[in-house]
Structure formats: C-alpha cells, structure tokens
C-alpha cells in the first residue's frame, strides 16, 4: 500500500508537470521526430527541412519584414533571453536584491512566468511568494535593472496591455477565454528592462489626424516605441517642468493633434502667453483668441470662458453629463503657457484675485463642459500653484528638486518610477505620465516641432473667425431698498463714527511721546 501510495503521487507529479509545462509539447514531439528520422535515415531529411525552412522564412522576410520580426525574430530573442539572461541566474538575482521570502526552513523565491521581448524592452510577468507586494519590487528596481545588465526598471502592478475587442462568429467564445485568461490576478507583476532607450533620440514631428480623437490624441513616443495617445476629453492638464526642458513641446504636439479640429471648427484655442508672446506668438492663427500683452484682457478672457462654461450647464442640465464637441459648440481648451505669472506674480492684486476666482470656476466645472485648461509651469508648489490639486492628468517633465515630483504627479510617485528629477538636459521632451488605468507612471518622449513646423502649421490649419457672439455677464439686479413706510421693514444700521485720532490713550501717547499737542517732534 506504501510503494502504491508513492507511485500514485509520482504520476500525479509527472501530469501536474506536463500540464504546467504544456508550451514544451511541440518542442519534445519535434525533438522525438528528428531523433527517430536521423536513426532510420541519417542527416539528409534534417538537411532538407532546413533548406525548405530557410526558403520559406526568408520569402515571408521579404514580403512582410514586420510580421517576420513580430512572430519570428521576437519570438526567438524571448526564449533566448528568458532562459540565458534571466533563468540562469534568477535565484541569484533575487536573493541579493532582498526578494526571497524564507519559510519553515526553506526559500520562497519569485516564479518567472514569461517573458516578452520587443525591440527595446524586455517585459518580465512573475509571481510574488505570499507576503510581498509591488511596493518591494518598486524600491528594488534600480538593483534589479543594474543586477541583469540594464540601467533602467519599470515596474507594473497591473497588465500593461488592455483588453482585446473581439469580433465576430467566435467573439462570444473569446471573450469568455480572455475573461478567464486575462483575469486580475494580484501576485502578479510585471517587470520592464529597457535594453535600449529609444527616448534619447528626438520624435519627429507626428501626422496631422484628418479628424482628432479626444480620447487618443497621438503626442509621442512611449519608452516601448508604441504610440502615446493622450485622453484630453473631460480632463484639465498641468504640464510640469524646469526651463528649457520641453514644456513648449507637449503644448505644440497637442494642437498638433488638435489641428484638424481647430480648422474645422471642432475645437476652439484660446491661449494666453503671459510670457509676452515668446512661445505661443509664433502659431498666432491656431488660436481663436489669444492675449499676451495686457493683464486685463487675460482675466477678461478667463471670465468669458467662465460665461461660456455657465451658458451650457444651462443647455446640458439634465440631459448629458459630458458635453459632445460639435461645430455648433465646439470643445474649449484655454492655453496658459506660465500660470505661475497669474496666479503669484503678478504685481495687480486684484487682477489676480480675478483670475485665481476664474480659474478655480472652471477647473472645478469645466471639464464635463467642454471647456478645458492647458497649463504650464516651472515651480508646481501649492504657494505659486495654489490651483494644482485641480488638475487631473498631470505630466512631469525634467524639474530640478527631488520633492518636486511628489508634489506635481502625487504622492509616491517618484518612488513608483518617476525619476523626473534625474531626466539629463538632452532628455527634453521627455516626461513621466499617468495612463488610465496604471498607478504607475510611463515615460514618454513629446514630438519636437521647429518653428518652421509651427508656421507650416498655422498656415495650414488656422482658426475660423469666432462667430459666437463673446457672452456678457449681467449683474445681478440690486435690491430696491425700502423706505420703511410700506410693508417692507426697515433695518436700523448706525454708521460707525469716524476715527480721527490713534487708538490710544492720551497717556500712553504721553510716555511714546506721540502726543502731537505738546509741541515736539515725535520720536
């Protein structure tokens, strides 16, 4: 009964193990084949495929290289590094790296599950023993990147690819199968080795869409050389970053992929370039209306996106919570290259107090409207800022503090990867990003636009004029006042008397030698 027991246990082993390893099947019957073809005819039949497999890979290499690469090239590079790079020396790896869990006399270590590589990156799915969580393996990247020969790690706590869109006679049947394989699974984590930094190379200004998406505006280069597409429906943007490290190049890139609809109509830019018109003159006929020279009209123009905003809460009150962009009612995106000069320095205190009242109106209630603000900025603390925590999406670009970046992208998130303030001069454009969906942040790099770009930009997609009368706030009707012989009460308020001397009394004006009656100078 023992030995029956122990070899029940065996085969249990053995099929757990093959239904684990159920990727290698092709890979064992394909080895079995050629060991038998070799024993009954030597080399000749291994000689032929290889003739036939080479034909047939490098026809499929000429016809469709991008194919060949994904399916083929990629594929190969995958097994090669999981089993060579990183199988090899896992245990090792994590063990110095203070990621094994010891129990009950024995070590836990991380499960490798697969891996995935692309062109540039190396994209890693393990699963954590009992008693970690991603936060350990977001303060040990760094060791990790320098321990398998890279100098930078990503970390993910959730999947980094959404869900596919399945259609047609089998979509019923895939989605099930994606419902169960694609399942949230919270000990898994996803590690992302950059082999080569694709950022350090400057993007090239992207094609115009012939019809922009709000949801998926295309603004750059993502660190894994996919597209970022930028979700600006419904949403305030806060751009972040020192001098000269490419705010001006998120905001060109944007209307980049906006130029479509601001010659359409569909969108209207109002911009305002405190800066006396040093970055946002130069694409003057994008803008529908646009001030960098006088502190009033900027307020005044913030006021006017305010009437505007209101005017609609009125039309979609009861009938959508997020306004539709159309020509009739275009979507608003105000332009604010340096906020900080509205809302703490400027020298007019009651200017400002106008704009700060504006602005904090429509972060609050504009964004379901239609009516979005664009702001830039070099210092993102609340004393110069006092309007950032209103900002939803925020982008960081190179700053100088290390505190900077918890202030700008929240809480932790330098310590979940956004090394904002290590991002070199060169790096301009580059920037750290919150995608929907992710708590970590991804690192992208913003198209460069020349100045001659700008131009040829302007001239090819300008504004149509405003054919929107600009809206006029009423004040509000003053109350009559009563004279208290009808109906009306009447509220007796004495009016204060007037202070002509100090508060203080006349001895102690005395002794400070105050008292302007005694015929001395004071003191």
């Known amino acids: 009964m023992f030995l029956l027991f122990r070899l029940v246990a065996a085969v249990v082993r053995i099929v757990v193990f093959v239904v684990r390893h159920w990727r290698a099947w092709p890979v064992v019957a394909l080895v079995l084949f050629a060991v038998d073809a070799y024993r009954a005819h030597g080399w000749w039949p291994h000689v032929l495929v290889a003739v036939v497999l080479a034909a047939a890979g490098g026809c499929w290499w000429w016809r469709g290289r991008d194919s060949f ?88 706590s959730t999947r980094r690819h959404p869900t596919p869109h399945r259609t047609g006679r089998l979509a019923v049947v895939l989605r099930l199968i994606d419902r169960v394989r694609l399942r949230d699974r919270p000990r898994q984590v996803w590690l992302v080795f950059i082999r080569r930094d694709p950022l350090t190379r400057i993007v090239a200004p992207l094609p115009v869409p012939a019809r922009p998406d709000f949801t998926a505006l295309p603004l750059g280069l993502r660190e894994d050389l996919a597209a970022y597409c930028f979700r600006l429906l419904a949403t305030h943007v806060l751009i972040g970053g020192a001098t000269r490290m490419g705010k001006g190049s998120v905001i060109w890139s944007l209307l980049r992929a906006l130029a479509a609809g601001i010659r359409s109509g569909l969108v209207r830019v109002w911009a305002i370039d405190p800066k006396g018109g040093m970055e946002l003159a130069i ?125 700008l992208l929240g809480d932790g998130a330098r310590d979940r990867g956004a090394l904002a303030d290590q991002i070199p001069l060169s790096g301009k454009g580059v920037a750290y990003v919150l995608l929907d969906g992710q708590p970590e942040p991804a690192r992208v790099r913003f198209s460069y636009l020349s100045d001659d770009v700008i131009r040829d ?67």
Not at 510 to 517: C, I, P, Q, V
């Open 283 to 407: 694409g003057r006929p994008l803008f529908s209306r646009y001030v960098d020279d006088d502190w009033h009209r900027m307020a005044a123009l913030l006021e006017d996106a305010v009437a505007r905003m209101r005017a609609r809460q009125q039309i979609l009150r009861g009938k959508a919570r997020v306004h539709t962009p159309t020509v009739d009612e275009p979507l608003i995106v105000v332009v604010i290259d340096e906020i900080a000069a509205l809302l703490a320095y400027l020298p007019d205190s009651d200017i400002r107090t106008r704009i700060a009242q504006a602005l904090g109106l429509l972060l609050s209630q504009g964004a379901g409207l239609g009516v979005l603000v664009v702001a830039a900025t070099q210092d993102p603390r609340k004393e110069v800022v006092s309007v950032r925590d209103l900002f939803p999406t925020r982008i960081a670009l190179g700053l100088t503090e290390r505190g900077h970046v918890d202030l």
């Open 69 to 156: 690469h994904r399916h083929v090239v990629l594929r190969a590079v995958s097994v090669w590094r999981r089993w060579w790079v990183y199988r090899r020396q896992w245990h090792e790896v994590m063990s110095l790296c203070g990621l094994v869990k010891k129990y009950d006399g024995g070590e836990v270590v991380p499960r490798l599950l697969s891996v995935r590589c692309s062109y540039a990156t190396d994209e890693l799915m393990l699963r954590m023993p009992k008693g970690q969580n991603p936060e350990v393996y977001h303060k040990a990247a760094r060791d990790l990147a320098y321990s398998f020969g890279t100098r930078h790690c990503r970390v993910f």
């Open 457 to 523: 930009m302007a001239a090819t997609f300008p504004a149509p004029p405003e054919t929107q009368p600009e809206p006029v706030i009423q004040p509000a009707p003053k109350p009559r006042a009563s004279n208290g012989n009808g109906n009306g009460r009447h509220t007796y308020r004495p009016t204060p008397p007037k202070q002509a001397a100090p508060l203080l009394p006349p001895s102690l004006l005395n002794a400070l030698d105050l008292n302007a009656t005694n015929g001395s100078d004071p003191r």
